[in-house]
């Protein structure tokens, strides 16, 4: 009886270290790289505050941010991935991060950040191609979120 319980012990003290050892390997490695699938990532955009624009411009600014937002929406979902993430589900566009056009021929990348239920998803588009380029699901978006 005395050795079962020697035993026992043993095998419970051997699976705590293993445990341990496992959890510490996740920590150092980061679990994003030792896990297959969690690659979430941080997202955040800050809106410039609206200094002193007349009712016009501020007008003029909100019709060039729908537009832009139409344009990217509709390049969208014509990309399997992103009509497979939004298909029958309510989503909200939460921000558009455009890049300047270069003058070294680099395509526009623009990004487009949906939020699918609780989760935000950045889709990475190719303005002159009018591609999707990539699909990143995030698990935050604003101010108090950090890159």
Known sequence: MEAVLKR???LLITLLVVGVVAGAALVVLGAENAIPGTSNGYISVVKPPQTSQSADQQAQQQAQY????KSLLAIAVKDVRVNASVAGKNYTVVGILSSPPSSSGAPSI???VLRVGGKFYKINI???HENVISVEERICYGPACND
């Open 8 to 10: 026992r012990l043993e």
């Open 66 to 69: 729908e537009a832009r937002v």
């Open 110 to 112: 623009d990004s487009l």
């Open 126 to 128: 190719d303005i002159a």
